[in-house]
């Protein structure tokens, strides 16, 4: 299931793997943003993977900015 959702990511079309309320209701750029994050967890060399803390630290500053946008 990963290689499909990396192909659809290099195409520009994450929606096959998003449910539809997450497309109506979120907004695309954060929804890019988190999809982008997953691609980057899912890399075969594990270096080349972020550490928890470092994918946490990014889920913090994507809340951090969805809670600015929002007041």
Known sequence: MVDPFISSMENNNPGLFLEARFLKE????QL?????????????????????????????KMSKRSVVNHS
């Not at 979120?26 to 750029?29: A, D, L, P, Q, R």
């Open 26 to 29: 979120g907004k695309t750029e």
């Open 32 to 60: 890019m943003e988190c999809a982008v994050l997953a691609v980057r967890c899912v890399q075969e060399d594990g270096e080349k993977r972020p550490t928890m803390k470092e994918v946490a630290q990014e889920l913090r």
